[in-house]
């Protein structure tokens, strides 16, 4: 049986990772320092933890379900202890990216991540309606990376991702330097960036008169219907008096330069901030 050492297995991240690994084909030892996190795997899901050395022993693959700020603490810490060819699976690019993992060429470092259930779904049950994060009810794709080690290892790394990050639908192979395009570049300097903007702007709006929960159905139904179109979930075409507005909105609201955030210096920066 494959063994995982399950690492932060009691935190906000590892615990949804636990839940779904029970009862798995995997052999997961669970590591987790807090006792109110220790308590929760127990009290919740009837699992025990154990101690680094022993999680670590004969383990197959490690995956660190910690902050960003505490994967290269926590993988210098327990770098000495790894056997040649064992896996080291971590949640996020930005760490990889930043180059806080050990340099060890006999280990295999796997990057992987969830895209979260899609806007535009074909959910029905009223649970996966409300997991937006996913990884419980609803489906979602991920993408994932092998960051170095041999070929055949990714196969592994994909399997315990679509176990993790479960239901899932499409599994994407890219890079790291993808992977950090992708975020923190385009899901949370661009996206979460004007998702903010445009709660700002519906604040304006309720400020200026309009009553909140009209303002508030009016911008979702209509991220709802332009979204469509503009991902092209549905053919269609904008009005002339709607794509009048955007020609003309685009240059108030956005620098002509807005792309460089893209940029290798610019993503390396937001990295270093996160970590």
């Known amino acids: 049986m494959t063994s995982i050492a399950l690492f932060g297995a009691g935190g906000k991240m590892g615990y949804r990772l636990a839940k779904n690994l029970k009862g798995s084909r995997f052999d ?45 603490k926590v993988a210098a810490g327990i770098v000495d202890k790894l056997v040649a060819g064992t896996i080291v ?11 806080h993992l050990p340099k060890r060429d006999d280990l295999t470092y796997f990057v992987t991540h969830p895209c979260h259930p899609p806007i535009f779904n074909d959910e029905t049950d009223p649970a996966a309606k409300r997991d937006f994060f996913g990884g419980v009810a609803a489906k979602q794709h991920i993408v994932s990376a092998l960051m170095q080690g041999p070929e055949e290892h990714f196969a592994l790394g994909e399997e315990v991702a679509k176990v993790i990050w479960a239901p899932v639908m499409r599994s994407h192979r ?22 903010v903007v445009m709660r700002q702007a519906m604040d304006e709006c309720v400020a200026r008169g309009v009553p909140k929960e009209a303002a508030r159905d009016f911008l979702l139904g209509h991220m709802n219907v332009l979204g469509a179109v503009i991902f092209e979930e549905t053919p269609g075409v904008f009005s002339d008096a709607c794509n009048k507005a955007i020609e003309f909105g685009i240059p108030v609201l956005m620098k002509d330069d807005w792309k460089k955030v893209f940029e ?9 901030r996160i970590t």
Do not use: K, M
């Not at 795997?41 to 960003?68: H, I, M």
């Not at 290798?264 to 270093?272: F, K, L, M, N, V």
């Open 89 to 99: 699976i971590v949640l996020d690019a930005a760490a990889p990216a930043a180059g």
């Open 28 to 72: 997961v030892r669970h590591v987790e320092l807090s006792d109110a996190g220790r308590g929760r795997l127990q009290t919740d899901l009837g699992l025990a933890c154990v101690d680094a050395d022993t999680a670590l022993s004969g383990a197959d693959v490690v995956v660190l379900a910690v902050p960003d700020t505490a994967i290269g």
């Open 174 to 195: 890219v890079t790291v330097e993808q992977i950090a395009l992708l975020e923190p570049g385009l899901s949370e300097t661009v996206c979460a960036s004007l998702l």
């Open 264 to 272: 290798p210096e610019e993503i390396a920066e937001s990295i270093r």
